[in-house]
């Protein structure tokens, strides 16, 4: 499916008549790991072209901003970015991503902050996996290190770990420890069980990617049912899947919002 057939299909869908009838849709869309808000604007035009307010701040996970705060102000950030898209209007909140901005909309669910639903595109980065784990396991047993002897706020290098290809970021050993520790707020294993029931649940992931397996055996049956909760292989890639998803998705938006 190309963009203009894309967009062609989304508009045909009947949501943006019912989200301007009670009042529009506020959508926190975050980028993944290295990427930008630029990144996810197909995304992120769907959902406005559907009627929904759409904010895409730049993450600290961003090319430019590489882990600059720890998780927690992260999730601040996304705290911050829907009272703009409230005090806009926006009556209802929905949170997702792409790859580690779908991470992170898990855990920002997981922290019970009021939200109407959470989709996840295409999730990743996963430290509490085994081949992610030993990446940068290196990084972590380093950042322990820094923090016990109270060195948390000094910066050092690290290893991440993206689609399978590793490199060296320079953080500070908290902020690098708060995404990266198996166990921690970047754990999507323990974001899931987390998420409060009645939160609904969006997941997409692409029919080739490697955590297929891993999102709908472990990740997706861990978050309290819901009859409106929504699993998906879309058609794609780590990259082309999320596109491909979209028209699920914005059917799925719609229904929350009616």
């Not at 869908?13 to 989200?19: E, K, Q, R, S, V």
């Not at 959508?27 to 895409?56: E, F, Y």
């Not at 806009?88 to 909309?105: D, I, P, T």
């Not at 922290?111 to 509490?128: C, D, I, M, Q, W």
Request: one cysteine or more.
């Amino acid at each position: 499916m190309n963009r203009r057939q894309l967009l062609a299909l989304l508009s045909s869908l009947p949501f943006a008549g019912a989200a301007r009838a009670e009042g529009p849709t506020g959508v926190v869309l975050m980028h993944g790991k290295q990427s930008r808000p630029s990144d996810v604007s197909d995304i992120a035009n769907a959902l406005k072209g559907a009627g929904c307010k759409v904010a895409t701040p730049e993450m600290p996970w961003s090319q430019r901003r590489e882990y600059d705060v720890p998780y927690a102000a992260a999730l601040e950030e996304v705290e911050a970015a829907w009272k703009d898209l409230a005090s806009g209007g926006a009556q209802r909140l929905l949170v997702g991503g792409h790859s580690l901005g779908a991470n992170g909309a898990l855990a920002y669910a997981a922290s019970g902050r009021p939200l109407a639903g959470v989709f996840a595109l295409s999730p990743g980065h996963v430290p509490e996996g085994s081949g992610f784990r030993r990446d940068v396991a290196s990084g972590v047993q380093k950042a322990q290190e820094m923090v016990a002897r109270g060195a948390g706020e000094e910066k050092a290098w690290f290893p991440d770990s993206n689609q399978g290809r590793t490199r060296q970021v320079r953080t500070t050993a908290a902020a690098y420890l708060s995404y990266f520790d198996p166990q921690g707020q970047g754990s999507m294993t323990r974001s899931c069980r987390q998420i409060p029931a009645g939160v609904p649940l969006f997941m997409a992931v692409g029919e080739s990617e490697g955590i297929l397996p891993y999102a709908r055996e472990k990740l997706f049956p861990s978050v309290p049912n819901h009859d409106r909760s929504v699993f998906i292989a879309a058609a794609g890639d780590h990259f082309s899947a999320p596109r491909n998803a979209l028209p699920r998705l914005v059917e799925w938006a719609r229904a929350l919002a009616a």
